[in-house]
């Protein structure tokens, strides 16, 4: 296995050494029973910023045939769009991409074929959705049920189950991460990975990226997004927190000031969150009273699912709707559940605690003066 892997290696060290070579082309054609689009708008990856900026225009003839070619220069990512559909390209080297623009009404689709990049970065969610479903399918039904018949020991079965076998999916994760190699896949890749629970899969992807292409606009885009988010550690102030509660209030952390704030990252939507509802309310009915508080924070959720969810499970705390994803982002929530737990200065003390670790840490914190 080792001596495939070096060959894999070298492979793929010399398929990059003959990269800034020759030229990359786009051709390809548009079939829809509306009007033709006149142009397709290409774009490449830019930094700072993180955005894409213009490279060409490419003309639709009458027949919907259309085609592009220049010269390659370095790997990237490109954007074309076409109306307001947006198709992204994964190029690592001079490579002759196909594409078969589709439309129906004004849902557009599209098929790429001779770009392996993106080949690779379309591949990944399919796969790691069959990866979780391998790992938690079973699970995820059995969790279902048990929280329908309020079957608390069930619930907390099941999340033993869960706990044993995460460590087991992280592992076969980082593998499928570490098979994107180089690519420029690997930007759009990072994306589905919490850093908050595998951080290490993305120190290891962006440190062989830079080891393979140190300059490139999507490695400095990478490095400054890892910094940023070593960049709220324990201790660090907590990102601003701000919005209209459910009920009506304006929350603002530095309206906690002084108390103890316990951030729940949740959502209708995510069984594991919703298992620990229970849990919380005992502990927020307990701890209340002693300069403890607590923020709900709904993520990717919608208002009428979560609202219900917020009823079922009684909720007592201030609810936030994450709407525009900016507390998200602040926070770097990219999968649930996720938490913090704030000192009265609003610095970070706790993350991602267990409804059990949080009893234990208030425990110390109130009763024992810790």
């Not at 003839?61 to 592009?68: I, L, Q, R, S, T």
């Not at 399919?126 to 069930?154: S, T, V």
């Not at 952390?253 to 620990?276: H, K, M, N, P, T």
């Not at 609810?319 to 926070?331: G, R, V």
Request: with cysteine.
């Amino acid at each position: 296995m080792t001596r495939l892997l070096f060959l894999s290696l070298c492979t793929l060290l010399f398929s990059f050494s003959a990269l800034g070579q020759g030229k990359w082309s786009i051709t390809g054609t548009v079939t829809t029973q509306k009007t033709l689009p006149k142009i397709i708008e290409l774009a490449a990856f830019s930094f700072p910023g993180e955005s894409f900026e213009a490279v060409a225009s490419i003309k639709v003839k009458e027949n919907g045939k259309f085609k592009w070619k220049g010269k390659f220069n370095n790997p990237n990512l490109y954007q074309l769009k076409i109306g307001t559909h947006e198709v992204l390209l994964a190029v690592d080297q001079a490579e002759d991409i196909q594409i078969v623009f589709s439309a129906k009404e004004e849902a557009w689709a599209a098929k790429v074929e001779g770009s392996s990049g993106t080949k690779t970065m379309q591949a990944f969610p399919p796969a790691l959705r069959q990866l979780e479903a391998d790992f938690f399918g079973k699970i995820k039904g059995e969790m279902e049920l048990a929280m329908k018949n309020k079957d608390e020991a069930k619930v907390a079965e099941i999340q033993q189950q869960v706990g044993k076998l995460f460590p087991q999916f992280v592992a076969a994760l980082k593998a499928k991460v570490a098979a994107v190699g180089a690519s420029m896949a690997i930007y759009n890749v990072l994306d589905y990975i919490d850093p908050n629970k595998g951080m290490d899969i993305v120190e290891t992807a962006i440190a062989n990226l830079q080891a393979n292409h140190p300059s490139l606009p999507i490695t400095r885009a990478l490095v400054e997004r890892l910094a940023k988010l070593k960049g709220i550690p324990i201790g660090a102030p907590a990102p601003a927190l701000t919005g209209r509660s459910r009920a009506g209030e304006n929350i603002d952390l530095s309206r906690f000031a002084g108390q103890y704030v316990y951030i729940d990252f949740w959502a209708s939507w995510c069984l594991a969150c919703r298992a620990e509802n229970p849990s919380l309310v005992k502990l927020y009915k307990k701890f209340k009273a002693q300069k403890f508080e607590m923020i709900g924070v709904g993520i990717k959720d919608k208002i009428d699912a979560w609202n219900k969810a917020i009823e079922k499970d009684q909720l007592p705390w201030p609810q936030l709707n994450d709407e525009d994803n900016s507390i998200a982002t602040a926070y770097f929530i990219m999968s649930l559940p996720q938490n913090v737990l704030l000192d009265p200065e609003g610095k970070i003390i706790a993350r991602n605690l267990k409804t059990e670790e949080l009893a234990n840490k208030l425990e110390g914190i109130f009763h024992n003066g810790k």
